[in-house]
């Protein structure tokens, strides 16, 4: 992700506040389960989220009901541990700077305020198809919540890498 990316990401995070999520489009994909862990995500995240569901629908003429709700909770697995813009820059900067490093320190303890935004950048896919099961998600959009962040190409071949496609394309344009 370019800086000009993250800037403007974070700008629409410090504006979150006087935008209102449109709620109703989120409820036609999600249950009553599903709508409530969605609700628990920040205004912010929550934005992101119908941002990535809208693009998803505008990219075909169809959209398989998991690959919507897939858009909506992809990031619901970071409401277990909230972080800050800080947090998430040095998650990114982290990540392309010093990927060694961050291999290492992704994989430690969320408590540690410098590591814990590069803990839940690298566990948040896991956290949340956790979360998503637990709202009664089905399968496929399990497996498009878990793989999200992964590289497109290791699911080249697999029966939903199409979708994936889909979902790695409006999540990284929003």
């Not at 900067?93 to 992704?106: E, F």
Request: aromatic fraction near 8%; charge should be positive; charged fraction near 20%.
């Amino acid at each position: 992700m370019t800086a000009r990316y993250r800037i403007q990401q974070g700008m629409r995070a410090l504006l979150a506040f006087s935008q209102q999520p449109d709620y109703e489009l989120a409820a036609r994909y999600l249950d009553e389960r599903q709508m409530a862990l969605f609700r628990r995500l920040s205004r912010g995240e929550q934005l992101h989220s119908l941002s990535v569901l809208r693009d998803v629908l505008a990219q075909e003429s169809y959209t398989p009901p998991e690959l919507a709700q897939a858009a909506l909770l992809h990031d619901v697995g970071k409401i277990r541990c909230p972080t800050s813009i800080l947090q998430k820059t040095l998650a990114v900067l982290g990540r392309a700077l010093v990927p060694a490093q961050y291999a290492r320190w992704s994989q430690g303890d969320p408590r540690n305020y410098w590591r814990r935004g590069l803990v839940v950048h690298e566990q948040h896919p896991a956290w949340s198809a956790e979360l998503c099961a637990e709202a009664g998600m089905t399968e496929p959009a399990l497996w498009l919540v878990a793989h999200h962040a992964d590289p497109p190409q290791r699911w080249h071949d697999h029966p939903n890498g199409h979708l994936l496609r889909r979902l790695q394309r409006a999540d990284d344009a929003n």
